[in-house]
């Protein structure tokens, strides 16, 4: 094909060839790409490079910023959609709620236990985003070819709101306003002891030096912070809902979106939350931290929009025992 926008999808497992037009400036690949195939974004070609898929002459794309020039011919390989069970996935039956549809994005509920998307290639456990791609086939083109669809993460054993994004535009729109900080992800939590009414825990997390799948909250003035692995700045603040015997129900607010952040934090300021076996410990109370994305509020497209998911039974027994 010649170098023309196309705003059709293209077909995943397919090759596709453009010609770059005799007119056309030199510029970036990536750049040029995306303005070819509007419904993508650069970031969705940057992914393709990452994992050698885009060629300029036959060689290989190394470089998002690799420079086209006019008669150029760039190959595209679009790699084909993972295989997915639908009939295992409908047996399975996941207790995934949907709280709304647009025409560009989904917010669903995802239940503790199920995890976004596979961890790696050979895992075999079925996840939100294979039950999307059965329900919801339009996303298999939207975002990254591994995880479609997907603007940010809970872990496996956290319950609440996500936000799926139904196209390219939307996709765009929320990798943006995550960054910007721009949308209001509140928490409620059970942790241990009785933190101070109110307060911000201001550590940055990073991957623990000897244990591999769990994260570390520190002082970035602390000696130690030098050894810390991708050391990032995380913000959370917080506010005590209700003081019980032995722990409290704090309302969370992100200010930023680590991995672990709520976690990694409470544990490190002496309050791990209930049933944390990985910061803090296992709990006849519940099989599972007792963490659950609350609201999500932003806007889209100039309109506000803002959710609310209530707590789910196994925290709430919780509750109702005292």
């Given at each position: 094909?010649?170098?023309?926008?196309?705003?059709?999808?293209?077909?995943?497992?397919?090759?596709?060839?453009?010609?770059?037009?005799?007119?056309?400036?030199?510029?970036?690949?990536?750049?040029?790409?995306?303005?070819?195939?509007?419904?993508?974004?650069?970031?969705?070609?940057?992914r393709l490079i990452?994992?050698?898929?885009?060629?300029?002459?036959?060689?290989?794309?190394?470089?998002?910023?690799?420079?086209?020039?006019?008669?150029?011919?760039?190959?595209?390989?679009?790699?084909?959609?993972?295989?997915?069970?639908?009939?295992?996935?409908?047996?399975?039956?996941?207790?995934?709620?949907?709280?709304?549809?647009?025409?560009?994005?989904?917010?669903?509920?995802?239940?503790?236990?199920?995890?976004?998307?596979?961890?790696?290639?050979?895992?075999?456990?079925?996840?939100?985003?294979e039950w999307l791609?059965?329900?919801?086939?339009?996303?298999?083109?939207?975002?990254?070819?591994?995880?479609?669809?997907i603007v940010h993460?809970?872990?496996?054993?956290?319950?609440?709101?996500?936000?799926?994004?139904?196209?390219?535009?939307?996709?765009?729109?929320?990798?943006?306003?995550?960054?910007?900080?721009?949308?209001?992800?509140?928490?409620?939590?059970?942790?241990?002891?009785?933190?101070?009414?109110?307060?911000?825990?201001?550590?940055?997390?990073?991957?623990?030096?000897?244990?591999?799948?769990?994260?570390?909250?520190?002082?970035?003035?602390?000696?130690?912070?030098?050894?810390?692995?991708?050391?990032?700045?995380?913000?959370?603040?917080?506010?005590?809902?209700?003081?019980?015997?032995?722990?409290?129900?704090?309302?969370?607010?992100?200010?930023?979106?680590?991995?672990?952040?709520?976690?990694?934090?409470?544990?490190?300021?002496?309050?791990?939350?209930?049933?944390?076996?990985?910061?803090?410990?296992?709990?006849?109370?519940?099989?599972?931290?007792?963490?659950?994305?609350?609201?999500?509020?932003?806007?889209?497209?100039?309109?506000?929009?803002?959710?609310?998911?209530?707590?789910?039974?196994?925290?709430?027994?919780?509750?109702?025992?005292?």
């Amino acid at each position: 094909m010649s170098a023309k926008k196309n705003t059709d999808l293209i077909p995943t497992g397919t090759t596709m060839t453009i010609c770059v037009a005799p007119d056309e400036p030199i510029g970036r690949i990536d750049q040029f790409i995306s303005q070819q195939f509007p419904l993508y974004s650069r970031s969705f070609f940057k992914r393709l490079i990452d994992k050698n898929c885009i060629f300029i002459n036959t060689i290989l794309v190394k470089k998002s910023g690799a420079l086209i020039k006019p008669h150029d011919t760039i190959t595209l390989l679009l790699p084909a959609s993972p295989s997915i069970d639908e009939h295992a996935i409908m047996q399975h039956n996941p207790d995934i709620t949907m709280i709304y549809k647009h025409e560009h994005f989904l917010i669903v509920y995802k239940p503790a236990g199920l995890t976004v998307h596979k961890p790696h290639a050979q895992s075999t456990e079925i996840t939100l985003v294979e039950w999307l791609l059965v329900h919801h086939q339009e996303i298999a083109h939207v975002g990254s070819i591994d995880r479609p669809g997907i603007v940010h993460r809970l872990d496996k054993n956290t319950s609440g709101m996500l936000i799926i994004s139904r196209t390219n535009h939307a996709h765009a729109i929320f990798t943006a306003l995550f960054k910007e900080h721009a949308i209001t992800k509140i928490y409620l939590a059970l942790v241990k002891g009785h933190p101070d009414k109110t307060g911000t825990i201001d550590l940055a997390i990073g991957r623990h030096p000897v244990v591999k799948t769990k994260m570390i909250a520190i002082n970035p003035t602390d000696p130690r912070a030098h050894s810390i692995n991708k050391l990032r700045s995380a913000c959370t603040h917080y506010e005590v809902i209700s003081y019980f015997e032995t722990y409290s129900l704090v309302k969370v607010t992100l200010i930023t979106g680590r991995t672990h952040q709520i976690r990694a934090h409470f544990s490190a300021i002496g309050h791990p939350l209930i049933g944390d076996s990985v910061y803090g410990e296992a709990s006849h109370l519940i099989n599972r931290q007792a963490l659950h994305a609350h609201v999500l509020s932003f806007v889209f497209d100039g309109t506000p929009f803002i959710f609310t998911s209530p707590l789910p039974a196994d925290m709430q027994a919780i509750i109702d025992k005292n």
